[in-house]
């Protein structure tokens, strides 16, 4: 992902006038960068892993929220959310197989920010910042600097839209779209409720699980106040990353009457069993989340150490299925390039 840098987020002048509470996940994000030495530190974790997480913050910053962290366990460095965001010696590797754009979305990218690969639907970069850099991510490598939504191009893109009837909805992906103030935000779901046959505003991200600050009261007004039906799909991958906090940043989602779903990637040594799949359905549900889909493995370079062989998936699958209800057990899934639909593993 592209630095957090004060362009992409701009703290207002006059503190007095605003909540603190509402300003807060800006500051957060703002700190999200930290240092392998510092978050080798902080967690108590031994000084050999110092040496492969410098290489790999080389390659890809390392970024993590302090609310984030506080869900580690120190001197763990297995623990599973740490896993997700430590740079390993590994990511230097390279491995056959493992390349920068696993789905090839360059080649459906007919305007810079915007992806359109299905027919009722397209995607739009809404931020090319994260709070979080993980280390799995699939646009790790994205030319995220191409592909910025200036006001110039918002307008390309709803010029765009309204030549394509048949697209119903708009997906705001990244990076993470909520990365960008509300006031940008407010913006863009403006331009693109002129779409009259747009219909359904999607929103991916990751920031209401690791900065949960972010669901303010002036992001939850703007939503619906638009006459867009909102969904939101989550990308949690453990239930340790469900705290009090992302309960409760979520229930505000939902007393607005906003869907909220989840998708997860099969992680080797993060979620890869039974226990921690069962586990996860269930803390989702409880806190008011629908599992959703299941993703497999792209295979992203520097990220091979992750990978979970699709056999394994299907056979974790099946064994969730016996321990879960039918509506607790996320699809499981795979994107491939060039195809216009999900394709579901064989079963």
């Not at 990244?174 to 002129?194: M, Q, S, V, W, Y």
């Amino acid at each position: 992902m592209i630095p957090v840098s004060e362009s992409s987020v701009q703290l207002p002048a006059d503190k007095t006038h605003e909540n603190s509470m509402e300003n807060s996940w800006q500051i957060l994000l703002k700190e999200s960068q930290i240092s392998p030495e510092a978050l080798i530190k902080e967690l108590e974790l031994p000084e050999t892993y110092l040496e492969g997480a410098k290489a790999g913050h080389q390659l890809f910053s390392l970024r993590v929220p302090k609310p984030y962290r506080d869900r580690m366990q120190k001197g763990n460095p297995y623990d599973p959310l740490l896993m997700q965001v430590l740079p390993l010696q590994q990511e230097t590797l390279d491995v056959p197989g493992y390349v920068q754009d696993p789905l090839e979305e360059s080649g459906s990218n007919p305007i810079p920010g915007l992806i359109h690969k299905y027919k009722s639907r397209v995607l739009l970069v809404g931020s090319g910042a994260c709070a979080i850099n993980c280390r799995y991510c699939f646009r790790r490598h994205f030319p995220y600097a191409d592909n910025g939504l200036s006001n110039e191009r918002i307008e390309q893109v709803v010029e765009y839209l309204q030549g394509q009837p048949a697209i119903n909805e708009v997906i705001l992906s990244g990076g993470d779209p909520l990365a960008t103030p509300d006031n940008r935000l407010r913006n863009l779901i403006g331009k693109l409720a002129e779409v009259r046959h747009l219909k359904r505003l999607r929103i991916h991200t990751r920031l209401p699980v690791v900065i949960p600050q972010r669901i303010t009261d002036e992001l939850l007004e703007m939503l619906s106040e638009s006459r867009f039906k909102v969904i939101w799909v989550m990308h949690i991958n453990h239930a340790n990353e469900i705290d009090t906090a992302v309960q409760n940043a979520v229930k505000q989602l939902t007393e607005q009457g906003m869907t909220v779903l989840n998708q997860s990637v099969i992680l080797k040594g993060v979620n890869d069993s039974l226990s921690a799949l069962t586990q996860l359905s269930e803390t989702l549900f409880d806190t008011g989340i629908l599992p959703y889909y299941l993703h497999a493995f792209d295979p992203v370079k520097g990220a091979s150490h992750f990978d979970v062989s699709d056999q394994e998936a299907i056979e974790l699958w099946h064994e969730l299925q016996k321990e879960l209800p039918g509506f607790l057990v996320p699809k499981l899934v795979r994107e491939e390039p060039k195809r216009e639909h999900k394709t579901m593993l064989l079963y």
